[in-house]
């Protein structure tokens, strides 16, 4: 019998949560197949089978969270696909376990045979004992009866921690005195105002995404200004340009290379913005990998476009769409998230008109991007034209960067921006 590990995944990520198996009990594997899939802070990795032969044993379920080293599945060498031996048989049993356990747990002796509820309320005696699989299994193995078990959850929930109190002799006196389920049930519905509720566990990026978004707040000295883009330029400059730009390239020219070049070519005006604080020391970055932010289902993500200072204008829409593709597709590797000096978020494609982007640390600047709208502008001549104008904000740590020289990098990139015919030519 050989066992699968969790493997050394990457020098900053020691643990995570398995998202979804792609094998279950009696499937052959070959060694290298990929047997789940696990969510780590950043990214979501395959985890690969070590051994060829037959899965006997699931040790850790969907949603568990797990580290590095920990046992998650058993593998027989000489077994035959669909024969899960003795293990298998004795998870057969347990899966079918807990619509059994529900009916014998929850259906003590002294209770009326026929107990007549309304509809909304705990119906039956196999819905009063709710708990997560990793509780069951947890109890199956102390030998503890669920029906003993005190929730802690408002909502009735038994989790793998309710059984292990009681396994250690009961509740601790701050907890309130056990009730019964349904007594509990009623419990959780007053605590909610007779409203309904749903309970979702926070995924492990999401709650990455909380963490750093809160540490940037409390890390940093916060700032941001804003200003506004005269789109016009541009917007007919892609018009000229992007049939042959395609036809060319093999990639549509997007307005996110505009910016990009121009963020890089502030940077080079301002350092102390392509800088980081480490300590008593500022690292001044001489290289400019740009982050740009995409938004997956699974949250925000912020790949890098590396070197993006040496890349041309359809090497920065290939790279963007390349590494967004990767993001929806949970395809990003570690080495695509790390390391960069600057990032830029597109709010303006989910119809954002104004907003303060939070840094992402320890990088000390963020540009804002938002939706285009046509808006009267008074021109120089004192005449008003609708021109199609964009807010941009750029939100800054402003232990580095002062005030002025903030301001007048989102100038420069205003003026790059509004004269992108350089750019296209530079770049």
Avoid: C
């Avoid at 044993?57 to 920990?70: F, H, L, N, P, R």
């Avoid at 031996?85 to 259906?107: L, R």
């Avoid at 303006?348 to 104004?354: M, P, Q």
């Amino acid at each position: 019998m050989k066992e699968i590990k969790v493997p050394e995944l990457a020098e900053s990520i020691t643990e995570g949560t398995i998202a979804e198996w792609l094998v279950k009990k009696g499937d052959k594997v070959e060694k290298g197949d990929p047997v789940l899939e696990l969510e780590t802070d950043k990214v979501n990795v395959e985890v690969n089978a070590d051994y060829a032969g037959v899965v006997v044993e699931i040790t850790k379920e969907e949603g568990e969270d797990v580290e590095v080293g920990d046992v998650i599945a058993k593998v027989d060498e000489n077994g035959e696909a669909g024969d899960a031996g003795s293990n298998g048989q004795e998870e057969s049993a347990d899966a079918e376990a807990p619509a059994e356990e529900s009916k014998q747990e929850s259906a003590p002796e002294e209770k009326p045979a026929a107990a007549s509820q309304s509809e909304g309320q705990t119906t039956s005696n196999s819905k009063e004992t709710v708990a997560s699989p990793a509780a069951r299994k947890r109890a199956r193995e102390l030998g503890i009866d669920l029906s003993d078990v005190y929730p802690r959850d408002p909502l009735g929930r038994i989790r793998p921690e309710d059984v292990e109190q009681a396994a250690k002799g009961g509740q601790k006196q701050t907890e309130a005195p056990k009730q019964d389920k349904q007594s509990a049930a009623k419990s959780s519905e007053k605590t909610e105002f007779d409203k309904p509720v749903e309970r979702v566990k926070m995924s492990r990026r999401r709650q990455t995404i909380a963490n750093r978004l809160v540490e940037a707040q409390h890390n940093a000295a916060m700032l941001t200004t804003f200003n506004e883009v005269d789109m016009t330029a541009i917007i007919k400059l892609r018009s000229e340009r992007k049939d042959k730009f395609l036809e060319k390239h093999d990639v549509k020219l997007g307005f996110m290379s505009f910016f990009t070049k121009a963020v890089v070519g502030a940077l080079k005006e301002f350092p102390l913005i392509n800088a980081e604080i480490q300590g008593n020391e500022l690292v001044l970055k001489k290289f400019y990998d740009i982050g740009i932010a995409v938004s997956t289902d699974d949250g925000l993500v912020v790949p890098v476009v590396r070197d993006a200072d040496r890349l041309d204008f359809a090497g920065v829409e290939w790279e963007i769409a390349h590494l967004g593709k990767k993001a929806r597709d949970k395809q990003l590797q570690m080495a695509d998230l790390q390391g960069g000096s600057f990032t830029i978020t597109n709010g303006g494609i989910f119809g954002s008109l104004l907003s303060t982007p939070i840094l992402n640390a320890p990088q000390v600047g963020i540009l804002g991007m938002h939706s285009i709208q046509k808006r009267p502008i008074v021109m120089p001549d004192d005449s008003i034209e609708v021109r199609p104008m964009m807010y941009v904000a750029m939100s800054y740590d402003h232990r580095i960067v002062d005030g002025k020289d903030a301001v007048q990098f989102l100038v420069r990139i205003k003026q790059m921006l509004e004269d992108p015919y350089d750019l296209l030519l530079e770049g």
